[in-house]
């Protein structure tokens, strides 16, 4: 049974980094798509970035591009965000997600692509 798990979630000013961890157990997230989400209060989840099975593609949302970066430690079987630049629209709960099916790395920006996912990590960014 493969489970994710994010942390590193917290408070911090504008301006400032933060990254976020996401643990796997139960499969090699190499061998899957992978990708980190976000709900906002009140919005509909959205799509952060992604990285698909054995990293051969990266793809960020326009909102992050340039701030965040995903990458994979494959020893560790672990996903991070590191997030640069955070700004109050930042604030959210992030959510880690892995898809191992066929076509989850062919549309690794839509959720319905991720069967497996985390509880969240709450992100929070004041002014």
């Known amino acids: 049974q493969v489970q994710v798990a994010e942390s590193g979630g917290g408070l911090v000013q504008a301006g400032e980094s933060l990254t976020l961890s996401c643990a796997a157990a139960?499969?090699?997230?190499?061998?899957?798509?992978k990708a980190w989400f976000r709900r906002a209060p009140g919005k509909d989840r959205e799509f952060v970035a992604a990285?698909?099975?054995?990293?051969?593609?990266?793809v960020d949302a326009d909102a992050v591009k340039g701030r965040f970066t995903i990458s994979i430690d494959n020893v560790k079987n672990t996903m991070y965000l590191l997030m640069n630049s955070l700004t109050p629209e930042d604030t959210a709960v992030y959510y880690c997600?892995?898809?191992?099916?066929?076509?989850?790395?062919?549309?690794?920006?839509?959720?319905?692509?991720?069967?497996?996912w985390g509880q969240g990590t709450q992100v929070t960014v004041s002014s």
């Open positions: 997600a892995a898809g191992f099916r066929r076509d989850s790395s062919s549309y690794p920006f839509q959720s319905a692509s991720y069967d497996h």
């Open positions: 139960g499969r090699s997230l190499n061998g899957g798509a």
């Open positions: 990285s698909t099975r054995g990293g051969r593609r990266v």
